[in-house]
């Protein structure tokens, strides 16, 4: 699967971003995209690490690197729903990927990221660590 330790999320902004390397201001990012124009994200902005990311289970939490291959073992590329699906939909995908998953604390808007992201992962492929 895909090496998450240098993908990104910015809140307000839609999409992931890769980390190219920090400045002194924060860190100089490239869009997951075909428009891949790189910026700096100020220090003040928040951010996210998609490896520091995880979805609530019944007893503990899912890493979402585990999540990502639990999906593509279900399903590969062909998901059968998208961040557009009704929340029943999205609810029936999360349970056929991870039964467990705490249903109270696991809303419909976190299994549309969680969909997006995943889509997005898939079209651009983060690059491996030469050692991978």
């Known amino acids: ?13 839609p999409g992931l971003f890769k980390i190219i390397k920090p400045t002194t201001n924060g860190v100089l990012v490239e869009p997951l995209s075909n428009d891949p124009k790189r910026f700096v994200v100020n220090q003040n902005k928040p ?3 998609l490896e520091d990311i995880s979805i609530y289970t019944q007893q503990d939490s899912v890493s979402l690197t585990d999540l990502f291959v639990l999906v593509k073992e279900k ?17 029936e ?3 056929t990927v991870l039964p467990e998953y705490d249903r109270e604390r696991v809303y ?11 889509t997005i992962l ?10 991978a």
């Open 122 to 131: 898939n079209e651009f492929q983060a690059p491996q660590p030469a050692d």
């Open 1 to 13: 699967m895909i090496d998450l330790k240098d993908i990104i999320t910015i809140t307000g902004m």
């Open 108 to 118: 419909a808007s976190n299994i549309r990221k969680l969909i997006t992201w995943y």
């Open 47 to 49: 951010v996210s690490k």
């Open 75 to 91: 399903f590969g590329t062909d998901l059968q729903v998208t961040p557009k699906s009704d929340e029943a939909a999205l609810r």
């Open 93 to 95: 995908f999360m349970e």
